[in-house]
């Protein structure tokens, strides 16, 4: 909830006007979250611009000016949270290996606080084309910010010098994706989702490791991750 005026690399939208007061700030936050309880509840199908405004007690000609439309809406609140996962695992860990299983966990763990609103935004990306914003906030984003992160893991010498780099984070990527299918589709429990998550990111990464990252994921693995 920092980010004053949403934009994304990966196609995202910005804000029709800039925030700068608190209250103005606070309203914001206030739509975004009201939008992704919405979500949760009615699916990206149900939601419309009348019920967010009358629930989030704003006019619907301010959602307008403010955001443009309803997927520019419902972009930006995506947004929002996912910036906030991203600061929060930068806050509590070191680029490469530890940022991604830092940021697995954050995302994991907020798949279990929001389970609803979670598993409404998968069902939404997978009806998507490749060209929706929808992809390329929820899924496109997460490609290129595991990209990002393991091309810093490689510099620091955590990963093998043969290492392909965008192959590596498209497997990890679609593993993420599965798993969260997986849940959806009842083949484990939510309650086990973020062990299956880091227990899945930590056996491809000990296989493609080096040095002594390799020996604390394997470390890891053995201990029964």
Sequence with gaps: MTNASPTSSAGGVRAKRKYESARQLERQSRILN??????????????????????????QGTLYNLFGS??????????????????????????????????GEETSGQI??????????????F???????????????????????????????????????????????????????GWMLGMFPLKQLSREYRRSQVMTLASCASGEAKERLQQELEAGS
């Design 34 to 59: 009201t939008a992704r309880e919405m979500l949760a509840e009615v699916g990206y199908n149900g939601l419309t611009i009348r019920g967010l405004a009358t629930r989030a007690g704003a006019a």
């Design 70 to 103: 309803k997927d520019e809406l419902i972009v930006a609140a995506i947004e929002d949270q996912l910036s906030e996962l991203a600061e929060r695992a930068a806050a509590r860990s070191q680029p490469g290996i530890d940022r991604i299983l830092t940021l």
């Design 112 to 125: 279990r606080r929001t389970p609803e609103y979670a598993e409404a935004m998968a069902r939404a990306v």
């Design 127 to 181: 009806s998507s084309s490749p060209e929706d914003a929808l992809t390329k906030n929820l899924y496109l984003r997460g490609l290129a910010n595991l990209r990002e992160q393991l091309n810093a893991a490689k510099a620091a010498g955590e990963l093998g010098e043969s290492v392909h780099v965008p192959r590596l984070a498209r497997h990890l990527h679609a593993q993420t994706w599965g798993l969260v299918a």
